[in-house]
C-alpha cells in the first residue's frame, strides 16, 4: 500500500504530472488540482520542478522572490523545509521553481545516486502532506526522472489532437523503460483530457480513440477550454480564487475528488 490511513487521511502520496509535450495545460492542472485536493483533504504541498517556474508565478510569487527554490533543494542540497513556504490557498504549500533548473542535467551528470535526489529531499515532509505535487517540465530529461522516481503515481495531462496521441505513445514507453531501468515504482493515476472544445468533430473522433485505447485510465472529468483559466495566473490566482463559479472551477473540482476516489479505489489511500 502506498499511503498509510489515518482517521480517513491519506498520508504523503506523491503524484508526478508529466508529459514531454508542451501546451498541454500541465502547470494549470498542477496549481488546481492541487488547491483542489488542499479543499478536500488536509496538507498538499505543490513543487515546481520547472525552470520556468509558471506554477509558482500561478501563485503569485514573484520572479525576484524564486529563491529558495527547487533548484537549491535538488541541486544543493537545501533542506527542503527552509525553502517550502505557505500560499494564499489554505492548506497549500509550494516549492517555487528555478531557471537553474534548467542545468540540472549538466550539474548532476557527475552526481552517485542522481535521480533519487529529490526522493530524498521529499523524505523529511512527505508525511506532513496529504499530497504532493510534482509539476514537471515538458521533458524527460534529469528533472522529470527525479520526479518519477520520487513519486508513487504519475498523472499525463493531454490535449484531444492527433500529434498529442502520438507524442502521449511515446511518453508511456518512455516512462516504461525508465521504470525498468531506475527501479522507479510509480504506476500510472490516469490520463486527463485537457483544452476540451467539443464543438469540432474531429475533438470528439480524437477522444473517442483515447478513451477506446486506455480505457478507464482516462479521467471521467473533462477540462474545458475557458477563458477564465487563462486569466487566472495573471492575477496569481487559483480557478478557484479568480472565479468559483467557472467551467473550469467546476471541472477541477471534479478532479480533485475524481483523484481522491481513484486512489481509494486502488488502494493507494
Given at each position: 500500500?502506498?499511503?498509510?490511513?489515518?482517521?480517513?487521511?491519506t498520508?504523503g502520496?506523491?503524484?508526478?504530472?508529466?508529459?514531454?509535450?508542451?501546451?498541454?495545460?500541465?502547470?494549470?492542472?498542477?496549481?488546481?488540482?492541487?488547491?483542489?485536493?488542499?479543499?478536500?483533504?488536509?496538507?498538499?504541498?505543490?513543487?515546481?520542478?520547472?525552470?520556468?517556474?509558471?506554477?509558482?508565478?500561478?501563485?503569485?510569487?514573484?520572479?525576484?522572490?524564486?529563491?529558495?527554490?527547487?533548484?537549491?533543494?535538488?541541486?544543493?542540497?537545501?533542506?527542503?523545509?527552509s525553502?517550502?513556504?505557505?500560499?494564499?490557498?489554505?492548506?497549500?504549500?509550494?516549492?517555487?521553481?528555478s531557471?537553474?533548473?534548467?542545468?540540472?542535467?549538466?550539474?548532476?551528470?557527475?552526481?552517485?545516486?542522481?535521480?533519487?535526489?529529490?526522493?530524498?529531499?521529499?523524505?523529511?515532509?512527505?508525511?506532513?502532506?496529504?499530497?504532493?505535487?510534482?509539476?514537471?517540465?515538458?521533458?524527460?530529461?534529469?528533472v522529470?526522472?527525479?520526479?518519477?522516481?520520487?513519486?508513487?503515481?504519475?498523472?499525463?495531462?493531454?490535449?484531444?489532437?492527433?500529434?498529442?496521441?502520438?507524442?502521449?505513445?511515446?511518453?508511456?514507453e518512455?516512462?516504461?523503460?525508465?521504470?525498468?531501468?531506475?527501479?522507479?515504482?510509480?504506476s500510472?493515476l490516469?490520463?486527463?483530457?485537457?483544452?476540451?472544445?467539443?464543438?469540432?468533430?474531429?475533438?470528439?473522433?480524437?477522444?473517442?480513440?483515447?478513451?477506446?485505447?486506455?480505457?478507464?485510465?482516462?479521467?471521467?472529468?473533462?477540462?474545458?477550454?475557458?477563458?477564465?483559466?487563462?486569466?487566472?495566473?495573471?492575477?496569481?490566482?487559483?480557478?478557484?480564487?479568480?472565479?468559483?463559479?467557472?467551467?473550469?472551477?467546476?471541472?477541477?473540482?471534479?478532479?480533485?475528488?475524481?483523484?481522491?476516489?481513484?486512489?481509494?479505489q486502488?488502494?493507494?489511500?
Open positions: 500500500m502506498l499511503l498509510s490511513r489515518q482517521g480517513g487521511r498520508d502520496m506523491i503524484i508526478a504530472l508529466v508529459n514531454n509535450k508542451g501546451g498541454v495545460a500541465k502547470t494549470t492542472t498542477a496549481v488546481n488540482l492541487a488547491a483542489g485536493l488542499a479543499t478536500r483533504t488536509r496538507r498538499v504541498l505543490l513543487a515546481d520542478l520547472d525552470s520556468q517556474g509558471s506554477a509558482s508565478f500561478s501563485l503569485g510569487v514573484a520572479r525576484a522572490d524564486l529563491a529558495p527554490s527547487s533548484a537549491e533543494v535538488l541541486l544543493d542540497g537545501v533542506p527542503i523545509r525553502a517550502i513556504r505557505p500560499t494564499s490557498v489554505e492548506g497549500l504549500d509550494l516549492l517555487t521553481g531557471m537553474a533548473l534548467a542545468n540540472a542535467d549538466l550539474a548532476l551528470a557527475d552526481v552517485k545516486g542522481r535521480e533519487r535526489r529529490l526522493a530524498e529531499a521529499l523524505a523529511p515532509v512527505r508525511n506532513d502532506y496529504a499530497f504532493i505535487l510534482l509539476d514537471c517540465p515538458p521533458s524527460l530529461s534529469m522529470p526522472i527525479n520526479a518519477l522516481v520520487a513519486a508513487d503515481a504519475f498523472l499525463v495531462p493531454v490535449t484531444p489532437q492527433y500529434l498529442a496521441v502520438e507524442g502521449l505513445v511515446n511518453l508511456m518512455a516512462t516504461e523503460l525508465l521504470r525498468r531501468g531506475t527501479g522507479a515504482r510509480a500510472l490516469g490520463l486527463v483530457l485537457t483544452q476540451v472544445d467539443r464543438r469540432p468533430k474531429v475533438t470528439g473522433e480524437v477522444i473517442d480513440l483515447i478513451r477506446g485505447h486506455y480505457g478507464d485510465r482516462v479521467f471521467k472529468t473533462e477540462i474545458p477550454i475557458n477563458v477564465r483559466l487563462s486569466e487566472a495566473p495573471s492575477f496569481g490566482q487559483t480557478i478557484f480564487g479568480h472565479d468559483p463559479s467557472s467551467s473550469g472551477a467546476d471541472a477541477y473540482r471534479r478532479l480533485a475528488a475524481e483523484v481522491l476516489q481513484r486512489c481509494r486502488d488502494g493507494k489511500k
